[in-house]
């Protein structure tokens, strides 16, 4: 049974940086594309960064670049999202996707994959 759980989200004030971690059991990322998705309150779900599955591609949406690095450590079946200066604009909820279907050049997915349970993210002004 594949598991994708997040971790490192929380409240955190107008410039300050939070980590997030993603960890998928019960599947080997080797050669898999991962991703983080985030859903504001009353927003469509969007692509905020998305990494190949040697690492060596990354995507990040227009409104993190240079602020968010994506990361991942296949040894240990984990994804990172660092985040810094963070904005009251990106207080959302985050969500892991793993699979076959991710797109890690626009950052887009379809069909079937693997996504986490979300961590909530609220930067404060």
């Known amino acids: 049974q594949v598991q994708v759980v997040e971790s490192g989200g929380g409240l955190v004030q107008a410039g300050e940086s939070l980590r997030l971690s993603c960890t998928a059991s019960?599947?080997?990322?080797?050669?898999?594309?991962m991703g983080w998705f985030r859903q504001a309150s009353g927003k469509e779900r969007e692509g905020v960064s998305c990494i190949s599955w040697g690492g060596g591609t990354t995507y990040y949406a227009a409104s993190v670049k240079g602020r968010f690095t994506i990361s991942r450590d296949n040894a240990k079946n984990t994804l990172y999202l660092q985040m810094n200066s963070l904005k009251p604009e990106d207080t959302a909820v985050y969500y892991c996707v793993v699979g076959p279907n991710v797109y890690y050049d626009y950052c887009s997915t379809s069909g079937s994959n693997y996504w986490g349970q979300g961590t909530q993210v609220t930067v404060s002004s």
């Open positions: 019960g599947l080997n990322i080797d050669h898999v594309h």
